[in-house]
């Protein structure tokens, strides 16, 4: 099992922008899916964005498309959430989540992954 910690949440005004940062540890990730998902008071835990680890290939959800990327450093076995243009909307808690296994699923859904960090609160200010 693959431990997560996440960091970098805060309090941003609209417009402006925040790095989210998810540490594993226990495994190397080369053989995992890693991802960023969100849950807004009330709502369903969504999926943000995602990174095979092994070759790079990324899916977004729609609201993510043009203001999100995510990244990873092999080094230091970290994913980054890098959000710009952030918007009222995109208030939430954050979950790293980690999958075992290179398949990639069109439409990542939390019962997919098997490991989750604590949440890191995204508050975005209008």
């Known amino acids: 099992q693959v431990q997560l910690v996440e960091s970098g949440g805060g309090l941003v005004q609209a417009g402006g922008s925040l790095r989210l940062s998810c540490a594993a540890s226990?495994?190397?990730?080369?053989?995992?899916?890693m991802a960023w998902f969100r849950q807004a008071p009330g709502k369903e835990r969504e999926f943000v964005i995602g990174?095979?680890?092994?070759?790079?290939?990324?899916r977004y959800a729609d609201s993510a498309k043009g203001r999100f990327t995510i990244s990873r450093d092999n080094a230091k076995n970290t994913v980054y959430l890098q959000m710009n243009s952030l918007r009222s909307e995109d208030t939430a808690v954050y979950y790293c989540a980690a999958k075992f296994g290179t398949i990639f699923y069109a439409n990542p859904v939390p019962g997919h992954f098997g490991s989750w960090g604590q949440g890191t609160q995204v508050t975005v200010s209008s």
């Open positions: 226990g495994r190397t990730l080369t053989n995992y899916v």
């Open positions: 990174i095979s680890w092994s070759d790079g290939y990324t």
